[in-house]
C-alpha cells in the first residue's frame, strides 16, 4: 500500500506525460506543463509520483521514474507553492495505472486549488505524509563540458572528447544503481590503463566534481579463470581510486574493492570473447546521490 495515498488520490491530479524511454520533456509537453504552471501559481504541490511503462528491466525503468520526478520537479520549482513535507516517489513498472503504455510515462502532481488551502490540514493531516527532501537537482548532457585537456609530461597539452551522455547517467545514478565502465581497458594481466582508455577516468573525475553529494564504490570484476590469484580485480579498482584522489577527490566519497570471478555476468569458462569482455570489467556503484 502506497504511504499517504487515499489521501493524494482524492486530491486534484495533474499528468505530464513522456515519450518511450526518455525523461526530457519534448516540447508539446512542456508547453503544457508551463500552462499548467501560469494557471496554478496560487496552489499548493502535495507531492509528484513518477511512473513508466513495462518496456525495459525493472531497474532502469525505477531509474527513469526518478529522473522524470526531477525533472518535472526542475520546471515547477520556486513558481508554485510546495508543501513543506513535500513527497516524491518514484514506481518505476511496478504501478500499473492505464491500458495504455503512453498513459502510463507520466509523472502526476498532486496539489490543491487555492480555494481548498483553508482547509489544508482537513483534508490532509500533518501526519499523513512525511517530511522528504526535494529531488536531487537533475545534471543534463548539455551542462556537462564535452572536452577536457591535460598537461602531458613532455610539456604539451592533450585534448580528450568527454562522452557527456555517459557522464549525466552517472551524475544522475540512484543509490545502489550501478554503472559498467564498459570502454575502460588495462593492459593484459597488469593494472595499468591503456591510454585509449583515460577518456574515461576524466570523464568520471568530472562527474565527481560537479557532484560534490556523490560517493562511490569502484568494484573490479575478471574473467576467464575461477581465481583471481594475482587479486588483479583490486588493483584495477584501487587504480581508479588512486587516480580520483590524486585529483583531489575526498577520499570519504569513494571506496574500492575486488571481487575477482566471484559475480559473472556469464558462467566461466567464458564461451566467447563478448563474453569474456563482459566479465571483465569494471562497475561504480552509487551509494549516495544528493
Not at 34 to 47: F, P, S, Y
Not at 66 to 78: A, H, M, S
Not at 222 to 239: E, F
Not at 275 to 282: G, K, Q, W
Request: charged fraction near 25%; proline fraction near 5%; glycine fraction near 4%.
Amino acid at each position: 500500500m502506497l504511504f499517504g495515498s487515499k489521501y493524494l488520490a482524492a486530491q486534484n491530479q495533474f499528468l505530464v506525460y513522456f515519450d518511450s524511454n526518455q525523461f526530457a520533456l519534448n516540447e508539446a509537453e512542456k508547453t503544457r506543463l508551463t500552462e499548467w504552471i501560469r494557471g496554478h501559481q496560487t496552489a499548493k504541490i502535495l507531492a509528484l509520483y513518477g511512473y513508466t511503462d513495462e518496456k525495459g528491466t525493472a531497474a532502469a525503468n525505477d531509474t527513469l521514474a526518478f529522473r522524470r520526478v526531477q525533472q518535472v520537479y526542475q520546471q515547477i520549482q520556486g513558481k508554485v507553492a510546495i508543501r513543506p513535507d513535500f513527497k516524491q516517489r518514484s514506481f518505476g513498472e511496478t504501478v500499473k495505472k492505464y491500458g495504455k503504455d503512453a498513459e502510463n510515462r507520466n509523472v502526476t502532481i498532486f496539489f490543491l486549488n487555492a480555494d481548498e488551502l483553508d482547509k489544508e490540514k482537513e483534508l490532509i493531516p500533518e501526519n499523513k505524509i512525511p517530511e522528504t527532501s526535494p529531488p536531487p537537482a537533475l545534471l543534463e548532457a548539455q551542462d556537462l563540458p564535452d572536452v577536457f585537456t591535460v598537461d602531458e609530461p613532455d610539456g604539451t597539452e592533450r585534448t580528450y572528447k568527454l562522452n557527456r551522455e555517459f557522464m549525466a547517467q552517472l551524475a544522475n545514478a540512484k543509490p545502489d544503481e550501478k554503472v559498467v565502465l564498459s570502454q575502460l581497458n588495462f593492459v593484459v594481466n597488469t593494472f595499468a590503463i591503456v591510454p585509449e582508455s583515460r577518456r574515461i577516468l576524466f570523464e568520471l573525475l568530472v562527474v565527481m566534481q560537479k557532484k560534490p553529494g556523490l560517493k562511490i564504490g569502484i568494484e573490479g570484476h575478471l574473467c576467464c579463470a575461477p581465481t583471481d590469484r594475482l587479486d588483479l580485480s583490486t588493483q584495477r579498482a584501487k587504480a581508479i581510486y588512486h587516480f580520483l584522489t590524486q585529483q583531489g577527490i575526498s577520499k570519504n566519497r569513494i571506496t574500492y574493492k575486488g571481487l575477482g570471478t566471484s559475480q559473472p555476468i556469464y558462467p566461466i569458462p567464458e564461451k566467447t570473447d563478448s563474453e569474456r569482455a563482459a566479465n571483465r570489467r569494471v562497475e561504480i556503484r552509487v551509494v549516495e546521490n544528493q
